[in-house]
C-alpha cells in the first residue's frame, strides 16, 4: 500500500489476555518505530528497528511489552498479561533510513486503539 | 519529565486570522524540530520542520520559528482555515544519537471557527 498500515484499528481485550499488533511500513522504508499514545498525551516512544534488529528499546515499559521484525517489512508489537493501563492507540510510523525522510520525518500509520476492560 | 511542552491544550481562532502555536523544550541537544498535524481516527501527519542552525522555515501559510537560547519555537498559520481545525503536536530530536525518535509534546487543539 501507498502508507503505512496497521491491524487491528481496534482491539477490545480482557485484563490478562495477550495481544498483538500488526505494521506493514512503507514499502522501502527500513526504519519502523513504534509509539503508544494515551488519552490527552503525546505519542511516546516505545521501539525502535532499522532493518530487523531493535536498535532502541528504551522506551518499552516493562518486560510484558515486546516486538519484532523479522524479515525486516512487517513488524509485532506483542503485550502479554494485558493491563487497564495498557490502553491507548498504539502507531507505528516508517521512515526512508535512520529516521531521515527528505524533511526527516516520521510516516505515521492510523494506529491501533487497544482497549483493556 | 517533560521534555517538550506544549502548555496551551487549546486554541479557537477566527477564518483568516493568524493562528500561533507554542512549544517549549528543555533538552539542550534537540538540534531538529517538527510539527505534526493529526486529526481524530487518523495518524499524525508531518506539516513542516526546522534544522537548529535555521531559526524560520517557511511553507505556504505555514511557518515555524525558532529561538534557541530561549528554547521556543512557534507555528504560524496564516490565514487560518476550517480544514486547519486539528490537533498540532510539537516535536524533536537528537540527531546522530543512533536512534532518530522524536519526543512529542501533548499538543494543542486548534479551532478555526468559519
Known amino acids: 500500500g501507498a502508507g503505512v498500515s496497521q491491524t487491528p484499528s481496534n482491539k477490545v481485550t480482557e485484563k490478562g489476555k495477550y495481544v498483538e499488533l500488526r505494521c506493514d511500513p512503507i514499502?522501502?522504508?527500513?526504519?519502523l518505530y513504534w509509539y503508544r499514545q494515551s488519552l490527552g498525551q503525546g505519542p511516546e516512544f516505545l521501539i525502535y528497528f532499522q532493518g530487523t534488529g531493535a536498535a532502541d528499546d528504551s522506551g518499552l515499559p516493562n518486560d510484558r511489552f515486546f516486538a519484532v521484525r523479522p524479515e525486516g517489512s512487517v513488524s509485532t508489537l506483542k503485550i502479554q498479561r494485558t493491563e487497564r493501563g495498557d490502553s491507548a492507540v498504539y502507531l507505528c510510523?516508517?521512515?526512508?533510513?535512520?529516521?531521515?525522510?527528505?524533511?526527516?520525518?516520521?510516516?505515521f500509520g492510523e494506529g491501533s486503539r487497544l482497549t483493556v476492560l | 519529565d517533560q521534555q517538550v511542552k506544549q502548555n496551551s491544550p487549546s486554541l479557537s481562532v477566527q477564518e483568516g486570522r493568524i493562528s500561533i502555536l507554542n512549544c517549549d523544550y528543555t533538552n539542550s541537544m534537540f538540534d531538529y524540530f517538527l510539527w505534526y498535524k493529526k486529526y481524530p481516527a487518523e495518524g499524525p501527519t508531518f506539516l513542516i520542520s526546522i534544522s537548529s542552525i535555521k531559526d524560520k522555515n517557511e511553507d505556504g501559510r505555514f511557518t515555524v520559528f525558532l529561538n534557541k537560547s530561549a528554547k521556543h519555537l512557534s507555528l504560524h498559520i496564516v490565514p487560518s482555515q476550517p480544514g486547519d481545525s486539528a490537533v498540532y503536536f510539537c516535536a524533536a530530536r537528537v540527531s546522530g544519537a543512533g536512534s532518530y525518535q522524536l519526543t512529542f509534546g501533548k499538543g494543542t487543539k486548534l479551532s478555526v471557527i468559519p
Open positions: 510510523a516508517s521512515s526512508p533510513g535512520h529516521g531521515t525522510g527528505v524533511t526527516g520525518e516520521l510516516f
Open positions: 514499502s522501502g522504508h527500513t526504519a
